[in-house]
């Protein structure tokens, strides 16, 4: 009963997820807010993940993911490929964490970090530079909220699984992931945030 409960859950959070998008974007008529508030709400997914962890049939819901939002990422911005990284990642991860389950721990500071720091710094550097007139693009603001919004997040989530906290680690990994999303590799960065929060985690947790 409980990997056909894990299977229905999923896929119902997932219909509410564009739900809540759909909304957003008739209220506002912002595809950008529309997106990073999908990048958020698919992040919270993964505690659907973490409770149903047995059920590998699970990786259907951020397959079907893949596919509707590929589909309206299309029709909304034919160069848009950030949201099928995004979603390609979370499938990429769920696929891992299915096979071996010495992969939850990194995987969920992957999938978490790149849903909640992200979209926070998207979407502040995104209301500065509209504040303040400026070109769009990866600004100083956002860095700043991203490298926060990291902090807090693997902060708690190392408490929760009882790992040492080393403040200065913390610091220095968010700090350089967050130049990294900024400066290095800025368009793919929804694939190689949790690429790198994985590898980091795996390797020296």
């Given at each position: 009963m409980s990997d056909f409960e894990g299977i229905i859950?999923?896929?119902?959070?997932?219909?509410?997820?564009?739900m809540i998008c759909w909304i957003i974007l008739l209220c506002t008529l912002n595809k950008f807010v529309c997106r990073k508030t999908l990048h958020f709400f698919m992040a919270n997914w993964w505690l659907i993940r973490l409770k149903y962890i047995t059920n590998h049939?699970?990786?259907?819901?951020?397959?079907?993911?893949v596919?509707?939002?590929?589909?309206?990422?299309?029709?909304?911005?034919?160069?848009?490929?950030?949201?099928?990284?995004?979603a390609f990642s979370l499938s990429l991860f769920t696929f891992i964490t299915?096979?071996?389950?010495?992969?939850?721990?990194?995987?969920?500071?992957?999938i978490l970090v790149l849903g909640y720091a992200d979209s926070g710094a998207?979407?502040?550097g995104r209301k500065y530079q509209e504040s303040n007139n400026l070109e769009f693009g990866k600004s100083l603001?956002?860095?700043?909220?991203?490298?926060?919004?990291?902090?807090i997040t693997v902060t708690i989530i190392l408490s929760v699984y009882h790992v040492e906290i080393?403040?200065?680690?913390?610091?220095?990994?968010s700090l350089l992931l967050a130049f990294a999303e900024n400066?290095?590799?800025p368009k793919y960065d929804n694939f190689i945030i949790p690429l790198f929060t994985f590898l980091a985690f795996y390797r020296f947790y």
């Open positions: 859950v999923s896929v119902i959070y997932i219909v509410f997820c564009f049939w699970l990786i259907l819901g951020p397959l079907m993911f596919l509707i939002n590929g589909i309206y990422s299309y029709r909304w911005d034919k160069k848009n490929i950030g949201m099928p990284l995004f299915a096979i071996d389950g010495k992969f939850i721990f990194p995987s969920t500071i992957a998207a979407l502040a603001v956002g860095s700043v909220v991203f490298c926060f919004i990291t902090i080393c403040l200065i680690k913390i610091i220095c990994f400066k290095i590799f």
